[in-house]
């Protein structure tokens, strides 16, 4: 059986694959050698729960994961999705193969199989390495960096130094064993985040002049020439699968959506500029609230709640007020579309702690943030500090097997896409 080397970059656009394909040498080869085209995200097009889609083969709804954040259904209370919550094997541990991981998401805590190296989401100080001992032989190692931030020759110094160190981390542990290495490399989505609008014509604020116009070609020849630096020592028995999560895009604006809820009569809260709507919300008179980030999770204040105030007919009513209000929203540029579903309507089953209605703003184009208070709901800038992109469903692939006449794949087929290799 083949060994199996996945560079797994976060983020990257299909699109931004085209475009720059002259330049990134040996993930055209990849490309050249297989299959290659549009991996088509799951919904929501978010990291987590992303990946784990992708390599366990179940759409979010069948794991339970949403998002990076969840709230009970039966209570107000929140949480941090970790790696305890994918209860799923991935597709090599099914088959009982040794692996090795670096950084893939949800990370934390290390996974207890092979050779576990946890995610950017991992709490300063924690236990991050499987076995223990590991750390200690990797030493300096940088999970993630401050993207959302006006300090970009800083920012790109400190994406280059953390993506230097990721590499010399998967050189170090390909002298382990292993039948399936995977290396997960986040700076990629952050050099959208930090540079897309000095990059994409596409965004309202277009600034090719600008000293950063190079940042995001420049960090791909990068990645692609320390990715090549890896494949030269693969075993000649591996195949290889470039593949990112999701894409990004140009932010065309930014929508504090509990406001319009507010005005439609559907939440109460105190007053208090830029506050998270979860800290001011008054639960007793409110019967819609919703979370913001790349997409709008909206939660019906259902009687199951501590202080719910909604019936389960009603509920299907503020839904249905829901779905026809927001299908089309008036922006400061015009009209935009939006998508509004049920989960049901997006996954198999949907366990776990859904929201009761998922938003797309605009096909994504438009971030919903869940902060109060501003003097318009349309928001000149995210809420949380600069940030050029978001999220698409247009992510990447190439494989160094398949149909070379098959451009597409869905992250659900990844891992039957996997499986197929190693039945082969």
């Keep these: 059986m083949d060994k199996l080397f996945i560079l797994a970059l976060d983020g990257v656009p299909y ?31 978010i990291t987590v729960p992303a990946w784990a889609s992708m390599f366990t083969g179940k759409d979010p709804g069948e794991l339970g994961i949403y998002g990076f954040r969840h709230m009970r259904r039966h209570s107000y209370d929140t949480y941090i999705v970790t790696s305890v919550d994918l209860r799923e094997k991935y597709v090599w541990e099914r088959r009982g193969l040794r692996s090795v991981v670096i950084g893939l998401p949800p ?43 006006d300090r970009k020759e800083e920012a790109y110094r400190q994406l280059a130094e953390m993506t230097h160190a990721r590499f010399r981390v998967a050189q170090k542990l390909l002298e382990k064993e292993w039948d399936v290495f995977v290396l997960h490399e986040i ?24 000293p950063h116009a190079d940042k995001i070609p420049t960090y791909y020849q990068l990645v692609d020439q320390l990715a090549g630096q890896l494949i030269k020592r693969l075993p000649p028995d591996t195949q290889i699968l470039a593949i990112s999560d999701h894409g990004n895009q140009a932010q065309r604006g930014v929508l504090a959506i509990n406001q319009l809820l507010r005005e439609w009569g559907l939440v109460e809260y105190e ?81 776990g702690d859904y929201p009761d209605l998922v938003v797309y703003l605009d096909e994504v184009r438009v971030r919903p943030v869940q902060t109060i208070g501003h003097p318009d709901p349309w928001l000149p800038e995210n809420d949380r500090g600069p940030d050029d992109s978001l999220h698409s469903f247009n992510g990447f692939y190439a494989a160094t097997w398949g149909d070379a006449k098959k451009k597409d794949i869905h992250a659900l087929d990844v891992a039957q896409y996997i499986e197929a290799l190693w039945s082969a």
């Design 107 to 149: 990370g934390y805590p290390p996974r207890q199989y092979g050779i576990w190296i946890s995610d950017f989401l991992t709490p300063k100080g924690r236990p991050w390495t499987h076995p223990p001992q590991l750390a200690e032989e990797i030493g300096h190692y940088i999970f993630d960096i401050e993207y959302r931030t």
């Design 271 to 351: 007053e208090k500029p830029g506050e998270d709507i979860e800290k001011v919300v008054n639960w007793r008179r409110t019967k819609a609230v919703a979370w913001g980030g790349y997409y709008a999770r909206i939660y019906i204040n259902t009687r199951d709640r501590p202080q719910g105030t909604v019936d389960p007919e009603e509920a299907e009513d503020i839904k249905k007020e829901l779905k026809k209000k927001l299908r089309t929203l008036k922006a400061p540029w015009g009209y935009i579309e939006n998508q509004i579903y049920e989960p049901r309507q997006l996954y198999r089953k949907a366990t």
């Design 187 to 210: 700076g990629t989505d952050r050099a959208h985040h930090l540079f897309q609008k000095y990059w994409d014509p596409q965004h309202p604020k277009y600034a090719p002049d600008s």
């Design 15 to 45: 699109e931004a694959f085209i475009k720059l394909r002259d330049q990134l040498p040996n993930l055209a080869e990849i490309a050249d050698r297989g299959s290659w085209g549009v991996m088509r995200a799951v919904d929501p097009p």
